[in-house]
């Protein structure tokens, strides 16, 4: 193996934690900086990472410091959405080869096209962490469905909670992956927010059904916090079979199975099903993997590429859109700002029950309880 591709971490939480995990099983990264305004946070890093082969961070306070200093070739972003778009155009600006940032992709359309034009300008690769992409049971529907195992898609239903443009943004990259990476072509949906509820600082609803039409003419149909057991994964109804799809597993009927549904556990290259969260230490490494070979060339894009990304906000946005407009939306979407911001600021969305909460709160440190980029 050739000399080791180095890394640099801004946010240190725990998603950025997945990253780290990831580029030290695939073994083709080496961690030589992390940013991050708590101290403890990095301390916790080197707690768990300390003794792992690829792993000799510095610490810095300041990201820009450490971008500056280390000449590296990968900047790991994993703050809070509303940091996304501020480090990955500060990180573009000094060229590194590229950007992994943690999903969403930016908290509107605006910001994410603006992160789109610095990398662009700046020749700068950029992905996004939607690692569920490169689980087994994903690649084996998306290739099922190609090869018309359950007819013509005519319905993907998935259950979703805790925001569109967390939990549900998985869900919407879902979508659009297993039908072939469609386009979303329309959206229609309805939000209820009658609490002062955010997720990591940004707004989000309570409640929200949300219907989309994808290119071919599947459609898709979210429930988001209607009930407590949403999963990731999804159901696809076919006109000659179905599939019920999770991270592990999957399930088909079909005419080849007899009309019986048939469990099928595809295994992983680096840990198996059965392991304690798969869905991120298999997808994470893969996704690595991935990275690796596109910045060396050894391909010419990635899977989890920054189109796809945008495109999951789109779709999230899109929903409150059609709320906000009472109205079927077409895409590509032009409201740049987030439309439930524009909702709530407007009076349109009226809050029943006042009083500000964070369903993220729990993961700050200290005496902070907002985000990084509010208490600046």
Known sequence: MGEKLKVGVIGCGGMAANHVASYLVCGRFEVVGLADLSAQAMADFDGRFGNREGYRPKRYMDALAM?????LDVVSIGTWHKGHARWTIAAAARRPKAILCEKPMAEDLGHAEQMLVACRRNGVKLAIGHQRRFLPSYVAVRDLIASGAVGRVELVRAVSGAGLLNWASHLFDMFRYILGDADCEWAMGTVERSTERYERSTRIEDRAVCAFGFEGG????????????????CTVYGDAGMIDMRPEYYRLMNEDT?????????????????AEGFEYREGGALQAEELADWVEGKRGTHRGEATHGYKAVEMACAIYDSARLHEVVRLPLQTRAYPLDLMVESGHLPVRYPGRYDIRAGNLRGENMGSDEENR
């Open 67 to 71: 971008i500056d200093a280390e000449e």
């Open 218 to 233: 599947a459609e898709g149909m979210l429930l988001s916090d209607f009930t407590p057991d949403y999963y990731q994964g």
């Open 258 to 274: 007899g009309g019986r549904w048939e469990t099928r556990t595809p295994g992983g290259k680096y840990f198996q099903p059965e």
